[in-house]
């Protein structure tokens, strides 16, 4: 039977429309599509390209009828649309497939698109080990809606809008707390639902929560305890206002001992601030470490932080400086798994994505959702030395944390 095709731009809008039914967290955080001229002229569509994103200002209320004017700063966020990702098949069930119903029903294309989404989806949640603030146990379950609220309640101190916010939970902490709050929701029958709204949890403190397998987990590193090397480290915002992190020197963390990318400490004295007022918190500022690192045989390191330690001004965060010697605590124990629970307004994190270039030989299409700004870009071409005959559908995006402010790590408690 000869083989025949339907046209490329069938295939492009069913490979679209099944991505876009398996996205859980692309579809719920702020997403930035880059026009024709980034991919032609930036960069031509490839990985590596660089767009910056602004983060919002904070400004200082004045007291008073006195004008006191303020210097307007704003931070930019460097976003690299360096993920290419893709899935390939060669002509199988796919060859004789002549419509879009047929394709959208094809397992072959529907299992090829739910891996691709995974993907999309697994890179932004990767973010989330960013965040700093981290409330509960590690390693408990959050297994109640008292658990559960530790994170809108640590929000609310923080002065995170409540609009917006967004709460994703790993599969076990998901059942363990379905005997609370989930015995009496109505089941959805014989109803199709796409993968965000198989996802969703009813009704948390106004969160809209969701369950998601790419939920990450942190495995730390085999620190232990150690202390501030070194008074004075406290930093302007001016001179972090891009990046907004910055290197802290620590001491007594072992010989050669790890820290890894995400683990989260608190400095002894170092108490956060009310982002608003200023007013120093019950509770000690958390850090998270942005790059795994490696300490010296003394048990020293210099760790990349965030947040940056800024003790005056609006972006003022902490009461004080850390003290030398002040002792640094690790969330956690060393050298164990954590799955990464999280709670966060749904600006902080940004999906960019782009669209390829067209190949210059085979056939071709694109597809653009208008939700989340992603293209995706079909392809298939035929190999004649070798007979072989391929299907390729990519995307090309970015993720990025805008503000590291606007989230918060959740563990259940004993």
């Known amino acids: 039977m000869a083989n025949a095709y339907a046209s490329p731009k069938i295939y492009a809008n069913a490979g679209l429309k099944l991505l876009k039914n398996n996205l859980v967290l692309a ?38 009828r006195v004008a006191q004017v303020q210097e307007v700063l704003e931070g930019e966020v460097p976003v690299s649309i360096d993920k ?53 146990t590690p390693g408990q379950l959050i297994d109640s809606p008292a658990d559960f609220f530790k994170m809108p309640e640590r929000m609310d101190e923080l002065a995170i809008p409540n609009v917006g916010r967004i709460g994703l939970l790993s599969p076990p902490d998901r059942y363990a707390l379905a005997g609370n709050i989930l015995a009496n929701a109505a089941q959805q029958g014989s109803v199709a639902r796409n993968a965000l709204e198989e996802a969703r949890i009813p009704g948390l403190a106004g969160i809209d929560a969701y369950t998601g397998q790419t939920v990450p987990t942190l495995v730390t590193g085999t620190r232990t305890n150690g202390t501030v090397a070194g008074a004075g480290q406290n930093v302007a915002f001016t001179a972090v206002r891009n990046s907004f992190q910055q290197t802290l020197n620590v001491a ?28 120093q918190l019950p509770f000690l500022a958390q850090f998270v470490v942005l790059a795994d690192a490696t ?8 760790l990349t932080i965030a947040n940056p330690i800024i003790t005056s001004g609006a972006y003022q965060n902490v009461n004080s400086a850390p003290a030398n010697a002040a002792v640094v605590t690790w969330m956690g124990s060393a050298s164990t798994a954590y799955r990464q629970n999280a709670a966060f307004h749904k600006s902080s994190l940004k999906l960019v994505t782009a669209r390829l270039v067209r190949p210059a030989s085979g056939e071709c299409a694109f597809a653009t959702d208008k939700d989340t700004g992603i293209t995706i870009r079909y392809w298939r071409t ?33």
């Open 84 to 136: 290419q990702k893709g899935v390939d098949v060669e002509f199988t069930s796919l060859e004789a497939t002549l419509s879009l119903d047929e394709i959208l029903k094809d397992k072959t294309a529907e299992a090829a698109m739910a891996q691709l989404a995974t993907q999309i989806d697994l890179d932004l949640n990767d973010r989330l080990l960013e965040f700093p603030n981290w409330v509960g």
């Open 27 to 64: 579809k719920l955080v702020d997403t930035e599509s880059l026009d024709k001229e980034f991919t032609s002229e930036r960069g031509g569509g490839k990985p590596g390209g660089t767009v910056y994103v602004k983060r919002p200002p904070e400004l200082l209320v004045r007291d008073g």
């Open 252 to 279: 007594g963390l072992g010989a050669a001992a790890t820290v890894k990318r995400g683990e989260v400490f608190t400095i002894a004295n170092v108490f956060a601030v009310n982002p608003r007022t200023k007013a």
């Open 295 to 302: 300490a010296d045989g003394a048990g020293a390191a210099a």
């Open 382 to 414: 035929s190999d004649g030395i070798n007979d072989t005959h391929l299907h390729r559908w990519d995307v090309i995006y970015g993720t990025a944390n805008l503000d590291r402010r606007l989230g918060v790590r959740g563990s259940g408690t004993p």
